[in-house]
């Protein structure tokens, strides 16, 4: 699990199935369903634990590292 | 634009994502495992070989951008023991199901596993036959419900890593999805060994094995994996009555044997290497 | 003057010396009656030749893995009989969908279940055609004796390779354990093909099922053309795809590759058949006692042609429809109680009359029969 501060949390909502994994294991609890898609409720308070992404059968939510200049 | 983290865009079929399993099936997550396990190691991709049999896990090998072969039902190690032996120089990786690996294919698992032929074995164990809409497998547990088994399954469930013991594979593991970190690492070292490697990945069927026996949806079998099960280095610290009616997960073999493909080609050398 | 290799051995090991001379590297298997020498014969001689055998855990598997040898590139074999083949049919299936080239003996024995397992039959013909469920295309080469069975095994071996599919050698227990003498071919005398593969440049666009072609190219596991082979219909890169048009233009292209080539496929000999009043269709170890038996009828003045098939499947429709213009009889001998027969009245039934020579029980047909038979019908 990534405890880098240079990444940030990204979703796929295409490829959301909506099982609720992933609200469910959040530590912080910033991860909610709306009609059935994830959604992240308050970005800023991720602590980028990874555990959403270690745990998504769909490859539907994951840390992207950010490139400098972006 | 991206759409997945680099571990899938480098290690999947981008274009045949998303995958066909059903909300909450945590096939996906083995299959994020043994992607990121092969990264770790550094693979060739064009030397890494996945093959499968049929069922819900045996769809993993398409999405997978490698050597990829999905077989009939049951037979994913025949088929993968002539891939190696064929070329040694690949590294072969197995993708099975409870079914296929344990009921129709588990000739083929005992003998693989007694010829310690050097393919790395990752078994989804979902307990029930999902592609075919839930009838009892040969880990569906004693009494619970499958569409076979409407009055309660009277068979009694194999334990898919004494089995692969007994059978002489020389790496066994067990993990869960719950426990996605350890199942990768336990998949890692199972690649690294030479030899015949069974990892049983616990994994939930919300859609037909949830439903049938009242377990709850995704999280709550996520949840459930993680009361269930206990760490072998745990149980070990622990009284007995604290360790009765889990499921131990943990490294159950480790151990380094001659390989059957290392072996054949002493006799192939003995022949071709003269000066 | 070079000295002829001339040998004397059985048709099972003349099975092996084929295979080898066309290249195999690769055999799987499991000890069955009447094929067993064919896999001891492979275990003894492949290491020397830097191949590989296995023997596996049942039928199955030998197919299996025999299929597995063939996609890492090697020309890979297994060999049964009537029980073993009946257990492999599931894979044969996948080898033809797939398109992965190989060559499966069968021994043939007397069936139906385990049945007479050390006498000869020819009971599986339609098996062959057959044995495994949808709509496949079929080659079926059988050998009337032991260096017909190292030419037709090499001939296997081509055609595997050449069309991209299981070919099936289909020998009898009369040819699998009789003992011949018999003079091997230089190799400079042995046409081989190796399969299509495609080039490195082609690598970022290799489709293994290529449609526009007849046979596509076929890469080997590990070359770098990280392609997916499924059973399920798929499309061109071999992904599933579930759909009629898709399914439709590789089950013509799968079934096309044999039909369309069946003048280079269809292989048989004739005798006595430029002037005749009844024609015997026969294969494999019985053309010998039909052969035995014309011979003894041409010397008493009877006109008896004879159409000893090679190519068993696909049917030498074309061939028998001309024959059968030209006869008023046609007798087909085979030792199985009407496999062959049911397709060779089919087509040239509307032309002459066909009648069947059919025997199994574990016996050889007779000279003797074969002489009764035409004192009968003619």
């Known amino acids: 699990m990534s405890k880098k501060k240079n990444v940030s949390l990204k979703t796929n909502q295409a490829w959301c199935k909506g099982c609720g994994i992933c609200v469910a294991f959040c530590p912080v609890k910033i991860l909610e369903l709306k009609k059935d898609k994830i959604h992240i409720t308050d970005k800023e308070k991720c602590i980028k634990c990874g555990l959403c992404e270690l745990r998504c059968p769909d490859f539907a939510i994951y840390l992207e590292e950010e490139e400098n200049g972006q | 634009m991206a759409v997945a983290s680099k571990l899938i865009e480098n290690n999947f079929r981008m274009n045949r994502l998303p995958h066909i399993w059903c909300p909450g099936c945590g096939h996906g997550i083995i299959m994020r495992g043994i992607a990121e396990a092969i990264e770790n190691l550094g693979y060739d991709k064009e030397k890494v070989c996945i093959i499968s049999g049929i069922g819900c896990s045996s769809r993993a090998p398409g999405y997978m951008d490698f050597n990829t072969l999905h077989t009939t039902h049951g037979r994913a190690l025949a088929f993968a023991t002539g891939v190696k032996l064929a070329n040694p120089d690949l590294k072969v990786i197995v993708v099975s199901g409870d079914g296929d690996a344990t009921a129709i294919g588990g000739n083929h698992l005992i003998h693989a596993a007694r010829r310690n032929i050097d393919i790395t074995t990752i078994i989804f164990n979902n307990n029930i036959y999902g592609m075919t809409g839930g009838q009892y497998s040969p880990t569906t547990p004693h009494g619970d419900l499958g569409t076979t088994a409407p009055y309660g399954n009277v068979d009694n469930v194999f334990d898919i890593c004494r089995l692969a013991e007994g059978a002489g594979a020389t790496y066994v593991a067990r993990g869960t999805v719950y426990h996605a970190k350890q199942l990768e690492k336990n998949i890692e070292n199972a690649l690294k060994n030479k030899g015949f490697s069974v990892v049983e990945g616990i994994s939930i069927c919300p859609t037909y094995y949830g439903r049938k026996n009242r377990k709850g949806n995704a999280p709550e079998m996520m949840m459930n994996l993680k009361d269930t099960t206990l760490d072998k280095k745990v149980a070990a610290k622990l009284p007995q009555e604290k360790v009765e009616g889990k499921l131990i997960i943990g490294e159950f073999v480790n151990k380094s044997q001659p390989e059957f493909c290392e072996e054949y080609h002493k006799i192939v050398d003995k022949f071709t290497k003269e000066d | ?378």
């Open chain 3, 1 to 378: 003057m070079v000295s002829k290799n001339v040998k004397l051995m059985q048709g099972n090991e003349a099975c092996v010396e084929g295979a080898l001379a066309a290249g195999m590297k690769f055999f799987a298997g499991y000890p069955i009656t009447p094929s067993t020498e064919i896999a001891e014969l492979s275990a003894q001689k492949l290491p020397r030749v830097g191949g590989k055998f296995i023997q596996m855990e049942d039928e199955i598997a030998g197919m299996a893995a025999t299929i597995g040898g063939s996609l890492a590139g090697l020309k890979s074999m297994t060999a049964t009989s009537g029980p073993g083949f009946s257990l492999k049919q599931e894979n044969i299936g996948y080898a033809m969908l797939t398109e992965i080239p190989c060559v499966i003996v069968n021994v043939q024995r007397g069936g139906p279940s385990t049945g007479l397992p050390t006498a000869p039959s020819q009971s599986d013909v339609m098996q062959a055609k057959w044995g495994t469920h949808g709509d496949h295309p079929v080659i079926a080469l059988t050998p009337s004796s032991v260096r017909e069975t190292y030419d037709l095994t090499i001939q296997a071996f081509n055609f595997a390779e050449k069309y991209r599919t299981p070919v099936f050698l289909m020998m009898d227990e009369i040819i699998g354990h009789m003992r011949e003498k018999i003079e091997i071919p230089d190799s400079s005398e042995i046409e081989i093909f190796d399969r299509v593969t495609p080039e490195e440049s082609e690598k970022e666009t290799y489709k293994a099922y290529d449609n526009s072609l007849e046979v596509p190219k076929m890469a080997a596991f590990g070359k770098g053309f990280r392609f997916h082979v499924t059973g399920l219909m798929h499309d061109e890169f071999g992904f599933p795809k579930n759909d009629t048009t898709v399914t439709e233009i590789l089950m013509d292209r799968i079934m096309g590759k044999i039909e369309n080539n069946l003048d280079d496929i269809i292989l048989y000999d004739e005798y006595y058949t430029e002037d005749m009043d009844l024609l015997i269709l026969s294969y494999g170890g019985t053309v010998r006692s039909v052969l035995s038996a014309v011979r003894e009828a041409q010397r008493n003045g009877k006109k008896v042609g004879v159409f000893k098939a090679k190519t068993l499947w696909p049917f030498p429709e074309k061939r028998i429809v001309e024959l059968s213009k030209t006869v008023d009889k046609i007798v087909v001998a085979e030792m199985n109680l009407g496999q062959y027969f049911y397709e060779v009245d089919r087509v040239a039934g509307k032309n002459c009359e066909v009648s069947l020579l059919g025997k199994a029980n574990g016996e050889p047909i007779t000279p003797t029969e074969v002489l009764n038979k035409i004192e009968e019908v003619l």
